[in-house]
């Protein structure tokens, strides 16, 4: 035994100098055998196998806890068949009103006494909302709120001692980490789902404030809203959105982090509206190119590539150039991390930004400011319309203004009512209204107050210009 022993080691020595790469593997029969690299780690993993997850268990516990939601009214202004103004193919997939108008989404309890969230496109355009448990309860629910900017909705039903949810925190799941969905997929109740965390704090487009988990679970029209729960039956975030070339499922979903549905629902619940922090500024990734140019050690941070005028960030002292590294104790690893990071702060708060300026880590301190809402309202309008265009604008940025090489102009943040149904789209950029250049919210409402039945809107999509007439009723 010695004498092979010793003869293997120096094979296994000479193998080391020519490149080899073999391991000593130790039998039951205490036999030293001479293995590739490839066997020794399968037969690691078969010795130590690692235990699935009990995604039976997190269905029997937690699985009565979500609902079916059935809405009855206006068509929802997001569907599988329409992008909602998205770049091509990431889409919000309630089913749209071709389709059969129950098990329009999911939901799931996280109060006993009848609080439900979901997401905002199901219950948008809503005037009855049904929820169904899963013991065939049904319950007419009421909408407490919703939030665009985050597409998270509050419902509430009349009931008492209901199962709930138990909620987590996103931020602590691990890329490659298991994950569970339940939901109603095409009016399927209580289909069961499971993947993987694909990544974290993914950005979509127009999607400022949520850091999306990215997921390979299979979500469908009418999962929606539903739960993803992690292996220890916690609910970590709602699924939200798909990225698919069919309309249904291609491998790439998208969940809002919970800690993000959770302060919308407690504010909505508290003062039944959202507040958010605003700081000012515009900011881009760091790349490596960057990062060499600034003199960083690697690409990390959000570059202010803008700052608003009259912004807390540049009464702050804020430059254009700057790297913000840090808000407070909370790290800023990539720019699409910071938005989110300011809008959960509150209006009048302080906090202390850690930005590399020329070589140098500054802190710079800043109060933050309530995020402006130059919402475009005009009359009583619809009920879902916002005022008689249906437009949610802004100006633009002074770096946007260069980049489309206009001197005003507004860029529609939101739509519906008379203007989605002209065909104005999220991201269009108003130039002119009834042959007037608009340049502020308040001088685009003083035309559209001034014009009859309709008001010729001069639009830029892209590199193209088109006139749009949306009638005022």
């Given at each position: 035994m010695k004498t092979n022993l010793k003869?293997?080691?120096?094979?296994?020595?000479?193998?080391?100098?020519?490149?080899?790469?073999?391991?000593?593997?130790?039998?039951?029969?205490?036999?030293?055998?001479?293995?590739?690299?490839?066997r020794a780690a399968a037969t690691a993993i078969a010795s130590n196998p690692v235990a699935l997850p009990d995604f039976a268990s997190i269905v029997a516990?937690?699985?009565?806890?979500?609902?079916?939601?059935?809405?009855?009214?206006?068509?929802?202004?997001?569907?599988?068949?329409?992008?909602?103004?998205?770049?091509?193919?990431?889409?919000?997939?309630?089913?749209?009103?071709?389709?059969?108008?129950?098990?329009?989404?999911?939901?799931?309890?996280?109060?006993?006494?009848?609080?439900?969230?979901?997401?905002?496109?199901?219950?948008?355009?809503?005037?009855?909302?049904?929820?169904?448990?899963?013991?065939?309860?049904?319950?007419?629910?009421?909408?407490?709120?919703t939030d665009k900017q985050t597409d998270v909705a509050v419902l509430r039903i009349d009931a008492g001692d209901l199962p709930t949810v138990k909620l987590g925190d996103a931020r602590n799941a691990r890329v490659g980490d298991w994950v569970l969905a339940i939901g109603s997929p095409y009016g399927l109740a209580n289909t069961v789902t499971a993947?993987?965390?694909?990544?974290?704090?993914?950005?979509?487009?127009?999607?400022?404030?949520?850091?999306?988990?990215?997921?390979?679970?299979?979500?469908?029209?009418?999962?929606?809203?539903?739960p993803l729960f992690n292996t220890a039956g916690e609910v970590i975030g709602i699924n939200s959105q798909i990225f698919s070339r069919t309309g249904g499922y291609q491998g790439l979903s998208f969940a809002i982090p919970i800690e993000v549905a959770n302060q919308v629902k407690d504010q909505i619940l508290a003062t039944g509206k959202v507040t958010r922090g605003f700081l000012g500024v515009t900011v881009q990734d760091v790349t490596q190119g960057l990062a060499d140019s600034f003199g960083l050690k690697r690409p990390e941070g959000a570059l202010v590539s803008d700052v608003s005028a009259g912004s807390p960030a540049q009464k702050a002292g804020v430059e254009t150039g700057d790297v913000i590294l840090q808000v407070g104790n909370d790290p800023v690893t990539t720019s699409t991390e910071l938005p989110a990071q300011i809008a959960r702060m509150q209006p009048g708060s302080r906090t202390t930004l850690k930005v590399w300026r020329k070589g140098d880590v500054r802190s710079v301190d800043v109060t933050i400011a309530s995020l402006p809402t130059d919402r475009l309202a005009i009359g009583k309008g619809e009920a879902a319309g916002g005022g008689k265009l249906g437009l949610d604008v802004r100006p633009l940025s002074p770096t946007e203004r260069s980049q489309v090489g206009l001197s005003g102009g507004l860029v529609v943040q939101d739509v519906d009512g008379a203007a989605a149904r002209a065909g104005i789209q999220q991201g269009d950029v108003i130039v002119a209204a009834n042959g007037t250049p608009v340049k502020s919210v308040d001088q685009l409402r003083t035309i559209v107050a001034k014009a009859g039945k309709h008001v010729a809107l001069l639009v830029q999509r892209d590199d193209a210009r088109i006139f749009i007439p949306v009638p005022l009723g």
């Open positions: 003869r293997i080691v120096t094979a296994l020595a000479l193998a080391g100098v020519i490149g080899g790469g073999y391991q000593l593997v130790a039998s039951e029969s205490h036999d030293v055998q001479l293995v590739e690299p490839a516990q937690h699985g009565p806890a979500v609902v079916n939601v059935s809405v009855v009214g206006k068509a929802s202004a997001a569907s599988d068949d329409d992008d909602n103004g998205l770049p091509p193919f990431f889409r919000r997939f309630a089913p749209g009103p071709q389709q059969p108008r129950q098990g329009l989404g999911s939901g799931f309890i996280v109060s006993s006494d009848g609080v439900i969230l979901t997401n905002a496109h199901v219950v948008e355009g809503a005037q009855e909302v049904t929820v169904r448990l899963t013991d065939r309860r049904e319950f007419t629910a009421k909408v407490v709120g993947g993987i965390v694909s990544a974290k704090s993914r950005a979509l487009p127009n999607e400022t404030y949520v850091p999306f988990l990215q997921t390979d679970v299979a979500v469908n029209p009418g999962n929606s809203g539903g």
